[in-house]
């Protein structure tokens, strides 16, 4: 009989946070994926928030497989052909730890973390499917893998398995998500020289940039598009609820085709080859919804346990990786009573409720659902602003006085202006 002190399913970031934090301490942990390695599975747009990683590995950048550290950010809302923007840039963020803001690719970036793991003592195996737990009294006692030697046993599992979690769904420790708390997203890698990507985006050295989309970007649903820019190449992809993409009969993969063709964005991608297309789910569960995250001899950890911000920040990784390192420092106190208990792993609760885990999934992880009951904020409002705008800035024979008051008058047929204000104020409180 196979057993290890902690089996973890999943080798994303929050599996080998926690695999990386028992395996210093000298446990005995198996690290289950499903994937050809770890990473070869994993879509991220995206920026990599780096404090917690940092902390289990300083000054990770110095060696880690990071693309750039972000020093701009700018936020567009689109109408048809059109763009009104806000862009940020900070030179204090050149400097490390950076922002601890990076943007990676996780294919290189997973398999760099899960080596760190495996050179400390952690055995992963990959290409390997985790069908179910094994229950000795009620207690999980070990998981059922698909390979020879297939049941494996533990004194305590961590699942780490990713956005759909179909174990934690069997085990009875959350429900079948709806369609409005799984985004759909779908990203490309386009691949462009060093070069013009700082000359493109205003660069310098290892400077990195992340650009999101609002309104005309996604035909006007919830959601967004976004550009992340890597060393040589640009993360391109767009996101929204599976409801959205229902409700508008619309395939994913042609949200994309449109996002990249409107004019503001194909200008960006000029001469850029797509090196890989891949679709990824992301859980949006809101606060009030969260799985059961302990059970006897069970811990959930990650995407699994829904531990994404819906916001403006789009954190997630970071979340997964502290919800991976509690749950290994409450598998290290639990070792010590030998209390393997729901009872005993209460800890893991009580250090996500400290932590900015919980506080900001309490004070954003409602966000998605929130912005859903104004659809308005993505379509009706932003063509309007815009059409408001380029009246402002026409030149003409008219007097400006009267362009702007046309541009106005012609806003003001369109939109309630107390209704407006109304949704501004709700929607600067869900998101900011």
């Known amino acids: 009989m196979e057993k290890f002190d902690c089996v973890i399913i999943g080798a994303g970031p929050a599996g080998v946070a926690a695999a990386l934090t028992l395996v210093r301490k000298g446990l005995t942990v198996a690290v289950f994926e499903r994937g050809e390695y770890p990473g070869s599975k994993n879509l991220f747009g995206g920026v990599l928030y780096s404090t917690v990683l940092n902390k289990l590995i300083p ?7 990071v693309e750039r550290h972000i020093t701009k950010r700018r936020y567009s809302i689109l109408s048809k052909n059109s763009e009104m923007a806000v862009e ?11 922002n601890n803001s990076f943007t990676v690719l996780r294919a290189k970036f997973d398999r760099w973390f899960a080596q760190k793991a495996e050179d400390a003592g952690a055995v992963i195996f990959t290409e390997t499917v985790v069908d179910d737990f094994i229950y000795d009294k009620g207690k999980v006692s070990g998981i059922k893998a698909r390979r020879e030697g297939g049941d494996v046993y533990a004194d305590v599992v961590v699942c780490a398995e990713g ?20 985004i759909t997203a779908v990203k490309e890698i386009i691949s462009i020289p060093k070069d013009v990507i700082e000359d493109r985006f205003n660069l310098s050295d290892n400077e990195g940039m992340a650009l999101e989309f609002f309104g005309g ?8 598009g976004f550009i992340y820019t890597n060393k040589d190449s640009l993360s391109v992809g767009v996101g929204c609820p ?4 229902k409700e508008n009969n619309m395939k994913p993969n042609d949200l994309l085709e449109s996002f990249k063709s409107h004019p503001v964005v194909k200008k960006l991608l000029r001469g850029g080859k797509t090196e890989e297309l891949s679709a990824k789910m992301i859980p949006e569960l809101g606060y009030k919804t969260l799985p059961k995250l ?6 959930i950890v990650g995407d699994a346990g829904g531990f994404v911000n819906p916001s403006l920040y789009r954190e997630g990784t970071n979340m997964a990786m502290y919800s991976g390192v509690a749950a290994a420092e409450t598998i290290l106190e639990a070792r010590q009573s030998g209390d393997f208990s729901e009872k005993g792993l209460q800890g893991y609760i009580k250090k996500l409720e400290e932590s900015f885990v919980m506080e900001d999934l309490e004070r954003y992880g409602d966000v998605p659902e929130k912005l859903s009951e104004m659809p308005q904020l993505f379509k009706e409002y932003p063509d309007a602003i815009l059409k408001m705008v380029q009246g402002y800035f026409t030149i003409s024979d008219l007097p400006k006085d009267e362009l702007h008051r046309q541009a106005w008058n012609g806003f003001k047929d369109n939109i309630s202006m107390w209704k407006l204000l109304l949704d501004m104020y709700k929607a600067r409180k869900a998101v900011l």
Not at 88 to 98: A, K, L, M, S, Y
Not at 217 to 224: C, L, R, T
């Open 59 to 65: 000054e990770f950048w110095k060696e880690a497989s």
């Open 88 to 98: 940020f840039g900070f030179e204090d963020f050149n400097h490390p730890p950076f």
């Open 163 to 182: 956005a759909n979690s179909l174990l934690t769904e069997k085990a009875g420790l959350k429900k079948k998500p709806l369609p409005h708390q799984m």
């Open 217 to 224: 970007a996604v035909k006007g649903m919830i959601g967004s």
């Open 242 to 245: 599976i409801s959205a993409m």
């Open 294 to 299: 302990i059970a006897d001899g069970l811990l």
